[in-house]
């Protein structure tokens, strides 16, 4: 059996944003986080992994270089120069982007098995909505992968675009703490995965 590539190879090898040095230079390191979260999903290998929403093509990166075929996308494909620069040419061809709604996914009840979502609740303006959308689709056999900040995460982020763009952070309509009970609603089976900035829940067994 083939070794994992060690996480900070696979840091390494992703193009870093501005917030991403910052990051760093704090201690704090968001690939890294990624990384450890999808391996903990295990997603069958052969599986193409859902991602909502796309935003600066961290997690698209990671998937990617995991060795996932990744569909992704946003409201809009204002980013996705950003993307392709963080995936980078030799993983591109894993990546298959559309324009996605995430209050009205394009994808049939249960039709997808492996889906993840991270740090994207808290800039939905209806994330309930939201949730229940990636629930609708999410096939019972399949593993679907939610999270966000935690408190440390966006007392962090905070900080950071203060720091970089002169604002606040969004603290977003729905926490993780609120979310769980919606997911424990769906799933038979839910696994809380904390890292240092992020509070993740890994549900499967779909209730319909």
Known sequence: MDRPVPIHLIVRSIPPSIGDDLLHTWGYDLVAEYIQIVRKAEFPPAEPVLEVATGSGRMSAVLTRLGFSVITGDLSNEEYGRTLERVTPAHSDKLQYLLLDMEKLPFRDHSVRSIVCLNTLHELQDPRTCLSEMIRVHDPDGTLVVGDFSETGFTTMQR?????????????????????????????????????????????????
Do not use: Q, W
């Open 160 to 208: 950071l675009h203060r720091a970089v763009y002169g604002n606040d952070h969004t603290g977003g309509f729905l926490k993780m703490a609120d979310a769980r009970p919606l997911l424990a609603n769906a799933y038979h089976v839910i696994r809380e995965v904390v890292t240092p900035l992020n509070i993740s829940y890994i549900a499967s067994r779909n209730r319909r």
